[in-house]
C-alpha cells in the first residue's frame, strides 16, 4: 500500500478512534492520564499500523495498549477525576467522585461511559472489547455499588 494510503488511512481512524479512547481511558484512570495513555496508544497504533489495522477490533486493540499504559502510571492509585462544587452544579453528588473512584476499573468505565457519556451498549463493548452482556453485567454492579455508597436506594 502506498505510504499516502496508509497515511490517510490511519488519519481516518485517529479521527474517529481519538475521542473515544480519550473518553474511555479517561473515565477508567483520570483525565489527565487518559490523555496521556491515549496519545501513547496512538503513537503505538502508527508503528504497528500494518498490526492494528487487520486486528478484528482496532479501536478495541488501541484501547488495551491505553489501558496498559494507563495502569503502569498510575501504580495501583485512584484516578483523580475532578472534584464538584455543589455550589456551581447543584444537581450533581458532591460524592459522587469519590464513590467512582472507589468502583473496579472495569465498572468505572462502563458506568462512566453509560451514563456521564451516553454511550450505547454497542459502542462501550466495541471500544473496550467486551460483549454487550458483559457490559450490562459491569453496569449493573457498578450501579448498585453506587447507589449503595451514595445512600440512594
Aim: positive net charge.
Amino acid at each position: 500500500m502506498p505510504v499516502a494510503a496508509v497515511t490517510n488511512e490511519f488519519a481516518d481512524f485517529v479521527a474517529s478512534a481519538e475521542p473515544r479512547l480519550r473518553v474511555a481511558l479517561g473515565s477508567a484512570f483520570g483525565f489527565d492520564v487518559g490523555e496521556d495513555a491515549t496519545a501513547e496508544a496512538l503513537a503505538f497504533a502508527w508503528e504497528h499500523w500494518a498490526r492494528v489495522r487487520t486486528s478484528a477490533n482496532p479501536v478495541g486493540f488501541v484501547f488495551s495498549v491505553g489501558r496498559n499504559t494507563a495502569r503502569r502510571s498510575l501504580r495501583r492509585r485512584p484516578p483523580l477525576l475532578p472534584e464538584v462544587r455543589s455550589v456551581e452544579l447543584p444537581w450533581v453528588e458532591p460524592g459522587l467522585p469519590g464513590a467512582l473512584s472507589r468502583l473496579s476499573e472495569r465498572q468505572r468505565e462502563v458506568v462512566m461511559l453509560l451514563h456521564c457519556f451516553d454511550w450505547t451498549l454497542a459502542e462501550t463493548a466495541e471500544v473496550l472489547g467486551l460483549t454487550k452482556g458483559s457490559v450490562q453485567v459491569h453496569d449493573r454492579r457498578g450501579m448498585v455499588r453506587l447507589r449503595r455508597e451514595l445512600g440512594v436506594n
